[in-house]
């Protein structure tokens, strides 16, 4: 009998966890979601843990009963070479709801965008309705379109960038053309917002750093400096959490 009690304990904790699978998610670049968006969580308290090598890392949040979502951003809190760790090391995730076991995962964190776009030194033949001289431009093919980032030079003053939808204007971003500026840094193909491919690249300005984001009709900008790093307030949405990772994971990645 007492086996069986055993046994009929373990199946439902087991159960249980397995139920609040689709609860929570690990996603890129160092974040662990919780909620749909949709449906409102309550007021409950979550815990995070894991090991990085023989050191537990506990994260705790007290969820309100208003919100949809909550999540942990890895990125933000952890040290470039715990990040690295986690890159590198499958590593066991632990969350707890109000001290109980909900969610128990293995899990190799990314901290790459997860498509598979490949940018391409092209040029659009089209005829274009852009300024200046043009210095570069890349493409990526999706679907059949082609999506350009053209960037381009104006007076010497101000620097253009064109997101192109294979003959069309879809996307213009102007930055002062400033000597601390690299005249060429990574272009990164993202896709924060759907499917679509995206153009993720930094202007420099003295100290400070802007992480611009160009897609199809959207546009996201970031600063980082040395004192504090700003994100859009519609990043606070639960579909551009990675985004927020992203920024974060640049900003311990480039001091």
């Known amino acids: 009998m007492k086996k069986l009690l055993i046994i009929l304990v373990l199946f439902f904790s087991i159960k249980h966890i397995h139920s609040n699978n689709g609860l929570v998610n690990i996603k890129n670049f160092g974040i662990i979601s919780i909620g ?3 449906e409102y969580l309550g007021k409950h308290n979550w815990k995070l843990s894991f090991k990085i090598k023989d050191s537990l890392h506990l994260f705790e949040i007290n969820s309100k009963e208003n919100q949809k979502f909550i999540y942990f951003n890895l990125s933000k809190n952890l040290s ?10 499958t590593v066991e995730y632990i969350v707890k709801k109000n001290n109980k076991n909900i969610f128990l995962k293995e899990h190799l964190m990314s901290f790459q965008p997860q498509n598979l776009f490949v940018i391409l030194r092209m040029e659009n033949k089209e005829k274009l309705n852009t300024k200046g001289k043009v210095l570069d431009s890349y493409a990526v093919e999706y679907k059949g379109d082609y999506y350009y980032l053209l960037r381009s030079i104006l007076d010497n003053k101000l620097l253009c960038w064109y997101v192109i939808k294979n003959s069309k204007i879809v996307n ?3 930055e002062f053309n400033n000597v601390n500026h690299q005249k060429t840094g990574r272009i990164t193909v993202t896709n924060f917002k759907n499917d ?3 153009f993720t690249f930094e202007y420099l300005n003295n100290s400070d750093k802007k992480i611009i984001t160009l897609g199809e009709n959207f546009k996201l900008i970031s ?7 700003v994100l859009p307030k519609s990043t606070e949405n639960i579909k551009y959490l990675e985004y927020r990772g992203y920024i974060y994971n640049q900003q311990k990645n480039n001091g």
Do not use: D, F, R
């Open 36 to 38: 749909n968006g949709h």
């Open 80 to 89: 470039s070479n715990q990040l690295n760790y986690l890159a590198e090391n």
């Open 172 to 174: 213009i971003h102007t």
């Open 196 to 198: 679509q491919p995206e």
């Open 223 to 229: 600063y980082i400096s040395s004192k504090k790093t």
